[in-house]
């Protein structure tokens, strides 16, 4: 089973900063990876997948990176509206499809 | 613009099975382009793919819950369901459907991100 971990498991940032989140794989994923965004009380929503395509109607400031093992999600100007919980999740090595433990963005 | 709902009983008794379903509209089940999935987040964790099912009846599931999942489809009714036995307190968790795209490899099938979700549902395994 592939083993997803986020990083850092809190993140304190200000509106209109950059915000940095980080998910390592504990083997290769190639670019074979999500992220979701999560409120309170709401179900999770696709931001990007194959590692840095925005999904459908998700803003510009939203980006993703990386391949294999090591992944960044970037928001480049907190809106108020993205603090959250943020997920990641591989979908090359399968059964099962896991997740990172999330990232709490918080405001600073 | 497709959407899921999920429905079932919100209280199940340990030991008993937990049944819900998914309803789909919007949009086709029959789709040949997607896998229907089940996850589920425990209460303040990190989510858990539970397994997925093609409308063929091709179902895959996760290692660690396959000897008491079972998840069916009803195109007919455009719904698929999951039952799971022998429940547990560790059972208890909010229970999300998802649509899941698919794609091709020299005839291998793979799954993408799961791209959309219904609201979910809060299961309760207590006495």
């Known amino acids: 089973e592939i083993v997803m971990t986020q990083s850092p498991a809190t993140l304190s940032v200000s509106p209109g900063e950059r915000a940095t989140l980080s998910c390592r794989a504990s083997?290769?994923?190639?670019?074979?990876l999500a992220w979701y965004q999560q409120k309170p009380g709401q179900a999770p929503r696709l931001l990007i997948y194959?590692?840095?395509t925005r999904a459908t109607n998700i803003p510009a400031r939203f980006s993703g990176s990386g391949s294999g093992t090591e992944f960044t999600l970037t928001i480049s100007s907190l809106q108020s509206e993205d603090f959250a919980v943020y997920y990641c999740?591989?979908?090359?090595?399968?059964?099962?499809?896991?997740f990172g433990q999330g990232t709490r963005l918080e405001i600073k | 613009q497709v959407q899921l709902q999920e429905s079932g009983p919100g209280l199940v008794t340990p030991s008993q099975n937990l049944s819900l379903n998914c309803n789909v509209s919007?949009?086709?089940?029959?789709?040949?382009?997607?896998?229907w999935s089940w996850n589920r987040q425990h209460p303040g964790k990190g989510l858990e793919w539970v397994g997925f099912?093609?409308?063929?009846?091709?179902?895959f599931y996760n290692p660690s819950l396959r000897s008491r999942v079972t998840i069916s489809v009803d195109t007919s009714k455009m719904q698929f369901s999951l039952k799971l036995s022998s429940v547990t307190a560790a059972d208890t968790a909010v229970y999300y459907c998802?649509?899941?795209?698919?794609?091709?490899?020299?005839?291998?099938?793979?799954?993408?991100?799961?791209?959309?979700w219904g609201q979910g549902i809060t299961v309760t395994v207590s006495s």
């Open positions: 998802a649509r899941v795209k698919r794609y091709s490899i020299e005839g291998v099938w793979y799954p993408y991100a799961f791209d959309i």
């Open positions: 919007g949009g086709s089940i029959s789709s040949g382009a997607y896998y």
């Open positions: 099912i093609h409308y063929s009846g091709s179902t």
């Open positions: 083997e290769s994923v190639s670019s074979n």
């Open positions: 194959s590692a840095s």
């Open positions: 999740q591989q979908y090359d090595n399968w059964p099962p499809i896991t």
